[in-house]
């Protein structure tokens, strides 16, 4: 794991941040409600002190998905960015792995609420992937690709004028 600062946002660019301290801890959640809030076979979140996070661009909104949790998300994209308790401290935060600047900055280092985990998650290392050369025969079946998303670094302004 990278230390500090890690930066991200969502994939829009409407909501940036950046966080000034190392993660507590980093780890994928099982439970359906991550799935759910995700879109996506597992929560990823690094938990950090809330006062080392500074949004560099935008608000998130919230949405409290139970008693005990509220979760942070782009209003523009979708994008899920945080996890918090809805009436602790405020003194964590969990930010989703996957809208960090360099995910591969922040690896997971546990499992929780894995009597959730969707059962052929473990097999996914065993299904095949296309090769290098399938990969650019599909890409040459469509129309090049204009990306819209925001890059993996800040920018001073977002979208670009075009």
């Given at each position: 794991m990278s230390g500090p600062p890690f930066t991200g946002g969502c994939q829009c660019g409407a909501?940036?941040?950046r966080i000034d301290a190392a993660p507590r801890n980093a780890s994928v959640c099982h439970c359906r409600m991550c799935q759910k809030a995700t879109g996506g076979l597992f929560g990823p979140y690094a938990n950090f002190p809330a006062a080392a996070l500074t949004w560099t661009r935008g608000r998130r909104k919230t949405f409290q998905s139970s008693d005990?949790?509220?979760r942070?998300?782009?209003g523009d994209c979708g994008t899920p960015l945080t996890f918090e308790a809805a009436s602790g401290n405020g003194a964590h935060i969990g930010v989703t792995i996957g809208s960090f600047d360099r995910p591969s900055a922040v690896p997971p280092q546990r499992q929780i609420m894995v009597a959730?985990?969707?059962a052929w998650v473990d097999g996914l290392g065993d299904?095949?992937?296309r090769s290098a050369e399938e990969e650019?025969?599909?890409a040459a079946k469509y129309p090049p690709v204009?990306?819209?998303q925001h890059p993996d670094h800040d920018t001073d302004t977002w979208p670009p004028a075009q």
């Open positions: 909501v940036c941040y005990f949790i509220l942070g998300f782009c959730e985990r969707i299904v095949p992937g650019v025969a599909s204009v990306s819209r």
